[in-house]
């Protein structure tokens, strides 16, 4: 009984915190629908944000795009993703910076900014909600 | 060195002149940022030893340090950094990094701590032309930059092993795929130079690297070997190489009458095998990263020798945290020895002036001294010469014991703590064991300073990236 309430209570925690978006984006990776590109896995998206792969797998240079540095979405891209915490992630991009190794992807503000530039080239390879996937662009992961 | 540089210009004088055939193509992307990205690091730490009779250095570079010169000390695990990136195409930047740091004369100015043009050929091959960081260690690159690492510095008893730590030159680097793995491979050409406390001067010419980088999920392999042609000169060392050129040439005349006490040649001997003019410096290490997760497993070996005064030593840290949310407990063992001789018999000084004595009378008998004042003279004279081997001998041994003198064991406790998004706090226990009689890493050693006695480090720092 008491497992039983335990839970009702976990899902009606779940059921509130999916009520915030913050909380419950359903990230997906997108690329333009013109890209030949069209299934990933995790690691190949990891590597391919982490800056470890340049070309997509099958070729084609990558050019991923971020979003904004303190954005839900971002946190919980590279969680599902990389399983690395955004301070992780913020470690290892300043390790190569500082040492001259790599620069991470450009930043824009929105999934509509992520959208607007994977569907004007297909070398760029973005994650936005789900909500905002439309004809332009094509999901090449999701969780 | 300067061929190196010639082919460098024509290379980057078929680049620009061609435009970029063959160079990483990618169509640009406008997120209307700019061409210059101006960012900073920077750690602020306060470091306590609880030993008062020397003091306790994090660099090799710096002049003083905390324990005798000050305790506790706020500027040896402190420093800040500036650095501008800049993309000038899609396969051209440009980086510059300056740094502030304690120095060797104690000041803080400004050192430029990269400065490079990079030209990316293609997204797995690029070649860079300029200021590096010389890869001893795995994180040779990164150690200044507190952020990016779990424990507050290196261990000292590793990364003090390299007397020079950038390197002026041309280095490329390619990356080889396979399946998820991936193998990058560095080399690089070049020298530098820096002034070190005490009035000495470290000039590496004819610097070669090979770097090799073996990445595979969460696991990261790398093999270095790195070689240099070593000068280090100033009045310190100087003056004893010097004294026994000097003593060469002093008893060059008497010495066909001395059989078989070979002085001059064993005195030139001596000068030759240790003195550090263009000196091959050689190092080679292998290091590991496992970083499964919240685990983050590392260690390195390390092994330098040189054919001059210089130690042969080897030096090998692990080090372990694991991450528990924002805090990451760490714990490590490090430790650097010698392998190298420590002494020299030096000059032959044994019955040396009862040989000379009576050489030293004949000559001023010549000369036209009386006998009594000839034979009194030269007992001066031999026991001068002696005085003078001595003194040599002493210098010399000394300079050798000295490397011994980075013999120590350490274990370290501590913890991170990720207080925000780019900036956090440490704490840091450092136990010192100093081996053989030695300073240690220690500097400014006092007569009261205890050997073999087990040294405590404590620091606190709070490191941020901006």
Known sequence: MATFKNYLHGLFVLGALCALPAFCADVVVVVSAKSPVSTLTADQVSQLFLGKLANFPGGGVAIPIDQAESSAIRDEFYTKVTSKTAAQIKAYWS????????????????????????????????????????????????? | ??????????????????????LAQETPVDTKESMFALRGFGTLALTNSSEKNADFITSTYQKNGAGYTRNPDYGIDSRIG???????????????????????????????????????????????????????????????????????????????????????????????????????????????????????????RNGKLIN??????????????????????????????????????????????????????????????????????????????????????????????????LADQTAWYVNAGYRIHEVTPYAGLSAVKCDSQTSNAGLPTAGLAAKLTPIFTAMLVQQGMPAAQAAATATAMAAGVVGNALTLN???????????????????????????????????????????????????????????????IVAAALDFVF
């Open chain 1, 95 to 143: 390790k190569l910076i500082f040492t001259g190794k790599g620069q991470p992807p450009k930043e824009v503000k929105s999934s509509a900014d992520v959208k607007r530039l994977v569907s004007a080239n297909p070398n760029v390879i973005g994650y936005i909600d789900r909500a905002a996937v439309d004809a332009t662009v094509k999901i090449v992961w999701s969780h």
């Open chain 2, 212 to 309: 090799a980088l073996f990445e595979y999920k969460d696991l990261t392999i790398r093999a270095n070997y790195v070689t240099q042609q070593m000068s280090i000169t100033g009045a310190p060392v100087d003056v004893l190489f010097n004294g026994y050129r000097a003593f060469a040439a002093g008893v060059a005349p008497v010495e066909p009458a001395l059989g078989d006490t070979v002085l001059s040649t064993t005195a030139l001997d001596l000068a030759q095998t240790y003195e550090a003019k263009d000196k091959k410096t050689s190092s080679y290490g292998v290091g590991i990263i496992w970083n499964p997760g919240d685990w983050i497993v590392q260690g390195e070996w390390v092994r330098r020798t040189s054919r001059c005064f």
């Open chain 2, 394 to 456: 002493g210098g010399l041994n000394q300079l050798l014991g000295l490397k011994a003198s980075e013999e120590q064991h350490s274990w370290t406790v501590g913890i991170r703590w990720d207080v925000a998004k780019n900036i956090d706090l440490k704490l840091q226990y450092d136990h010192i064991l100093p081996q053989r009689d030695s300073n240690s890493t220690f500097t400014n050693v006092q007569p009261g300073f205890q050997r073999n006695r087990a040294i405590n």
């Open chain 2, 1 to 22: 060195m300067s061929s190196a540089w010639r082919g460098a210009a024509i290379i980057a004088a078929l680049v620009i002149g061609h435009g970029s055939p063959g």
């Open chain 2, 82 to 204: 500036l650095q501008l990136d800049a993309k000038f195409t899609s396969w051209l930047s440009g980086v510059i990094q300056v740094d502030s740091e304690r120095q060797f004369n104690g000041t803080y100015r400004p050192n430029i701590e990269w400065a490079n043009l990079r030209f990316q050929f293609t997204p797995d091959f690029s070649i860079r032309i300029g200021r590096v960081a010389l890869p001893v260690f795995m994180e040779s690159d990164s150690r200044k930059v507190g952020y990016t690492n779990t424990w507050l510095r290196p261990p000292v008893d590793a990364y003090s092993l390299c007397p020079l730590t950038s390197n002026d030159g041309v280095d490329a680097s390619y990356r080889f795929h396979m399946g998820e793995a991936s193998l990058t491979l560095q080399g690089a050409v070049g020298g530098n130079s820096a002034s070190r406390p005490g009035g000495t001067w470290f000039k590496a």
